[in-house]
């Protein structure tokens, strides 16, 4: 590891094929993502991983690092960018937090407020999405879904069942379930699957869990997602 | 028991007069009073305005989500609608009796909020009226007023308040809107630490509340002619009582009583409460009008609440609270006190009841070990009650068998006192108001009304002490002819 780029004026090493992202994360350095997942291959597409580099915005986790690259992420504006990103993925679903049994646990709530995310300043587009809580152990609640396609990885390429897809294009685009009826309970989807362990949101839940673990123990209750960022800057 | 000034014959030549907030109450509500020329009351409502809407979006939710979900309801009781929503989904998990640990950790926490809502409602939002006089000088009818005058007493408000929200946070999770009940019991114990540090308070907290009831009782005792008379109506009462008729908050059975105190229906399951209550719905007002269905709709309406508990039960467990309702009993001489200010002194001596029982809770070892969570047998439909600060409070749920809520019906504790609210404002507008010109003091007695019954209009928490009055009398023709205003 005898190479290095500079990441926000830090010295940041890295192998031969690694990421920004990875190189970033192998030092102990955050960078806010959603659609990432260290054991898939990168999907570009939340886009919360942004960076700047040698002046050029690019997603850092299928940016590959190269030697003397100079990269910028945590910046005021670069994290205004992500912020303005965070806030229409609320308002494209129906995240409503005060409810949700993924509060603590989800990883959308903790990038806004790692983000400094006060609202969601855009105008709620309030879509009408039904659960599917038709399969004996596992509720999808697609009003939660940020299109991260995590699942729809998990299960093509670990499970290698196919249950999930993304349907439709640009702002039509949705989660969908492989099966005729469109319902979980008529696939071979299983809670052991790999794709029930990664929605990194309140869509694919076990269910009668909710709220068994109590406010205090939740995952980013006791580690929140790298330092605040300061949203003072610049005001 | 009559609806003589709910509707006036021909409004349509009357003034009308608004209260519009009524401020130092929980939530958004108005009065209206239609006045003729003479300043002669026609017709009297307490209205609640806002629209809600819970029990319709509970609807295909999961039933896990639900308790997390209703609570949001309210600011101030949200710890009742926690508790009723976990009730109604034992029966649903078929946890037909949680482990004793659970119980006692939610009657904890549920003590904890009556010894904080009580506190609120007594100290930061009425005392004003009660030390000061209804109609005294505006500018000091507040908490702040409170605080220069009666320094103490507005400090231990505020410390008592503070103790109750301390409990609620070590077993819910947070002061407000905490996740601690969960379908078949809760998700986490009390430490050591956490019941050392309430143990570190609870004595004063049982002082301070003992003394708070002597206050009231003073108040009360010293000017007769007014607390025993203001806004009074005869009406039935209902409540939950426990085990062999104590005063009990979290659980019991129901019992309603007639204007005499003689009993309507005792020792009922509340899973068969559609039988014994039904609701009526008004054109004019959002809230319904519960009433007995054994009596029917004009004479079977009834008052919950302090006042109808601490007369319903036949003992209290704890001695001081014990000794306050004796004392309380004697002085309303063996028959049923229906005074709404009343409730005030009622409020108080269940806030010391409250504090006694946190006492004895956090000397029980099976706060800190045990079973947290049971089940059993899925059912597909449950109720859960419990005695909210206000009152009864029902939450009824159907689940199918995906685990979806397909039917929710709450009946809050102020939907239950509805009736009885109007009845008491109906009372003082014709003793107060009826042939007098009107006054910001005089409106403000048909506020004192309301505010006995610590209604929580909405279910809802505004800004305290920030609400702002405005009074209009306007002319048949439409024009403005009076204004008072405060903000």
């Not at chain 2, 002194?345 to 009841?353: A, D, K, N, S, V």
């Not at chain 2, 597909?380 to 419990?386: E, L, P």
């Not at chain 2, 309301?450 to 405005?470: E, N, Q, V």
Request: aromatic share 8%.
């Amino acid at each position: 590891m005898n190479q290095h780029f500079m990441l926000d004026g830090r010295s940041i090493p890295f192998e031969e094929g690694q990421t920004i992202l990875q190189a970033a994360e192998h030092a102990g350095v955050f960078i806010p993502h959603l659609c990432y997942h260290p054991e898939f291959k990168p999907h570009g597409s939340c886009k919360l991983c942004t960076v700047k580099v040698n002046g050029r915005h690019t997603a850092s986790c299928t940016m590959r690092a190269v030697a003397g690259m100079s990269v910028e992420s945590d910046t005021e504006e670069i994290n205004a960018e992500r912020r303005a990103l965070t806030q229409m993925l609320f308002v494209e679903g129906n995240h409503f937090c005060p409810s949700c049994e993924k509060s603590g646990n989800c990883q959308l709530q903790a990038t806004a407020y790692h983000l400094g995310m006060m609202s969601p300043h855009f105008d709620h587009f309030f879509p009408n999405r039904p659960v599917d809580a038709s399969h004996p152990d596992v509720l999808l609640d697609f009003n939660r879904c940020i299109l991260c396609s995590l699942c729809v990885r998990a299960s093509r390429d670990v499970d290698g069942k196919n249950v999930f897809a993304l349907s439709g294009r640009g702002i039509g685009t949705h989660l969908i379930v492989n099966a005729k009826s469109g319902r979980l309970a008529d696939t071979d989807f299983a809670l052991s699957d790999k794709a029930a362990q990664v929605c990194p949101v309140g869509v694919i839940l076990k269910k009668r869990q909710g709220f068994a673990v109590p406010i205090g123990e939740r995952r980013y209750d006791k580690a929140p997602l790298g330092e605040p960022v300061d949203t003072t800057e610049g005001r | 028991m009559t609806y003589q000034l709910e509707t006036a014959a021909h409004p349509e030549k009357l003034r009308r007069v608004a209260i519009d907030p009524v401020s130092r109450v929980e939530g958004h509500g108005k009065v209206t009073i239609l006045l003729d020329d003479q300043n002669k009351v026609h017709q009297v409502r307490l209205h609640i305005v806002e629209f809600r809407g819970f029990e319709k979006f509970i609807q295909g939710r999961p039933y896990w989500e639900v308790p997390v979900m209703v609570q949001r309801l309210c600011g101030i009781c949200p710890v009742s609608h926690h508790l009723a929503a976990s009730k109604a989904l034992d029966v649903i998990v078929g946890a037909q009796r949680i482990s004793p640990t659970a119980e006692k950790l939610r009657r904890l926490m549920h003590y904890g909020q009556m010894l904080q809502s009580h506190a609120l409602h007594f100290f930061h939002l009425c005392s004003p009226d009660l030390l000061f006089g209804f109609d005294s000088d505006i500018t000091r009818r507040n908490i702040v007023g409170v605080a220069a005058a009666h320094p103490e007493t507005a400090r231990r408000g505020v410390l008592l308040r503070k103790f109750g929200q301390e409990v609620i946070r070590v077993t819910a999770g947070k002061r407000v809107h905490g996740t601690g009940s969960v379908p078949g019991g809760v998700n986490k114990l009390l430490t050591v630490a956490e019941r050392d540090e309430l143990l570190k308070e609870i004595y004063h907290v049982i002082q301070w509340s003992r003394e708070a009831v002597h206050l009231i009782q003073k108040v009360h005792t010293q000017d007769p002619g007014l607390y025993n008379s203001f806004g009074i109506f005869r009406s039935n009462f209902m409540s939950l009582v426990g085990h062999n008729g104590d005063l009990d908050f979290y659980h019991g059975t129901l019992r309603a009583r007639d204007d005499n105190g003689a009993k309507i229906f005792d020792g009922v399951d509340y899973q068969q409460y559609d039988k014994y209550i039904e609701e009526e719905v008004r054109p004019w007002s959002y809230m319904k009008f519960p009433y007995f269905r054994a009596i029917g709709k004009e004479h079977g309406w009834y008052k919950v609440g302090p006042l109808a508990r601490v007369q319903n039960c036949d003992q209290i467990s704890t001695p001081f609270a014990e000794h306050e309702r004796k004392e309380f009993v004697d002085y309303a001489g063996g028959t049923p006190m229906h005074a709404p200010l009343a409730y005030h002194w009622t409020r108080m001596i269940e806030m010391l009841h409250a504090a006694e029982t946190i006492k004895d809770l956090l000397h029980d070892d099976d706060l800190l070990a045990g079973e947290m969570v049971v089940q059993g047998e899925r059912r597909m439909d449950g109720v859960g009650v419990i005695e909210a600060p206000r009152g009864t409070l029902f939450h009824h749920y159907r689940v199918d068998e995906n685990d979806l809520v397909t039917m929710a019906n709450l009946i809050v504790s102020t939907t239950n006192n509805n009736q009885a609210m109007n009845e008491a404002i109906r009372h003082v507008a014709r003793r107060y108001l009826h042939g007098r010109e009107i006054t910001e003091g005089l409106l403000n007695h048909i506020e004192v009304a309301i505010r006995a019954f610590d209604p929580c209009l909405s279910c809802a928490t505004h800004a305290l002490g920030k609400m702002p009055l405005a009074v209009e009398l306007v002319d048949p023709d439409g024009s403005v002819v009076h204004q008072l205003s405060r903000s």
